[in-house]
Nanobody
Framework: QVQLVESGGGLVQPGGSLRLSCAAS????????MGWYRQAPGQQRELVAA???????NYVDSVKGRFTISRDNAKKTVYLQMNGLKPEDTAVYYC????????????WGQGTQVTVSS
């Protein structure tokens, strides 16, 4: 079993920045691809960014150039640096861990609210 705990959400003005963190426990962290998803009210959950155990990254088009995903395998933590935030970035952000080989090993955090508003 993998436990994921997110932190770092909050209220920020448009153009501001936040850094989300997701700490993992109970796992061999470097065997997992880590991702950040978000879900706005009335919308489906979408992948925002992901990073493989080797450090390869991918982003949804709407955040490219503004968000950066990174991981620290020694600390078993994944980060999402969010700059240039827009109101449309408002959502609950979820951390996800997917095992690179055993695809059924797929875990979620409890989510952290990000609100971008003036």
């Amino acid at each position: 079993q993998v436990q994921l705990v997110e932190s770092g959400g909050g209220l920020v003005q448009p153009g501001g920045s936040l850094r989300l963190s997701c700490a993992a426990s109970g796992t061999t962290f470097n065997l997992y691809t880590m991702g950040w998803y978000r879900q706005a009210p009335g919308q489906q959950r979408e992948l925002v960014a992901a990073i493989t155990s080797g450090g390869s990254t991918n982003y949804v088009d709407s955040v490219k150039g503004r968000f950066t995903i990174s991981r620290d395998n020694a600390k078993k933590t994944v980060y999402l640096q969010m700059n240039g935030l827009k109101p449309e970035d408002t959502a609950v952000y979820y951390c996800n861990a997917k095992h690179t080989i055993m695809k059924l090993l797929d875990f979620w955090g409890q989510g952290t609210q990000v609100t971008v508003s003036s």
